[in-house]
């Protein structure tokens, strides 16, 4: 079965994005399978002088928000923290026709089971400065974000406090999806309100708000073959606020 990047118009898309992201025409001349590192249907098409990757979302109505989110998290991380992120390809979205596409720049990287000590070395001192980013409220106002598919409030709440953005903005969203979708059982989700009662019991003391990357597993970063001195956070669920570590 042809992979969904590669349908014609699909390929159409991203050569005419490379060609004005370049100035002069550009030809994807091979393909790499990345689908396994995201949620969407993902790749590398490989070209001259720089190589393309593409994730796409078939979802008219939430794909292009979804994926305006996501780049707006990556200027931010940039922005805030100075840290390196991918670079789009011309805007960066751009309309498919029966879906979007989210295109950055391909980095030349070092994979994951190759990676080194000081691989991972950098790889921590890139989330260490992302947390020394720190701001007067948890959460961001006005920038929406989402969790996998599922959109995520980002809104701060009044008291500001770590417990309560934590309990209306990330656990009582889920579990009113889990319960209303019939895949939580009734005992479970009053156990799980009452956790959430006690939480200001809990978690210790008062983190300040501090700039997080939602998503922190290994394929959101990128080690490139030029050393592990440059880090790319690939993927911001999070803006500004404390998760539960």
Request: aromatic share 8%; charged share 20%; net charge neutral.
């Amino acid at each position: 079965m042809t992979h969904p990047l590669l349908d014609p118009p699909i390929v159409t898309a991203i050569e005419r994005a490379a060609s004005a992201h370049r100035g002069r025409q550009w030809r994807a001349q091979a393909f790499t399978d990345r689908g396994a590192r995201a949620a969407h249907p993902a790749g590398i098409l490989h070209g001259t002088p720089f190589s393309v990757f593409a994730k796409l979302s078939q979802d008219i109505e939430f794909g292009r928000e979804q994926f305006t989110a996501e780049l707006d998290g990556l200027q931010l991380i940039t922005r805030l923290a100075a840290v390196p992120t991918p670079t789009p390809v011309a805007t960066g979205l751009v309309s498919a026709g029966t879906g979007w596409l989210l295109m950055f720049e391909a980095l030349p990287e070092r994979i994951s089971e190759a990676r080194t000590p000081k691989d991972f070395a950098g790889i921590g001192h890139t989330l260490a400065t992302l947390h020394q980013v720190t701001a007067e409220r948890f959460g961001a106002a006005g920038r929406s974000g989402f969790f996998g598919p599922l959109p995520q409030d980002n809104r701060p709440v009044p008291s500001n406090r770590w417990a309560d953005f934590y309990a209306e903005r990330r656990v009582r969203p889920m579990l009113r999806l889990a319960v209303n979708s019939g895949n939580l059982p009734a005992d479970l989700a009053e156990r799980t309100e009452r956790l959430i009662d006690r939480l200001p019991d809990l978690y210790g003391p008062e983190p300040p708000p501090s700039l997080l990357h939602g998503d922190a597993q290994q394929n959101n970063f990128i080690c490139t073959t030029g050393g592990f001195g440059r880090q790319f956070v690939a993927r911001l669920a999070d803006a500004l606020g404390q998760n539960a570590s």
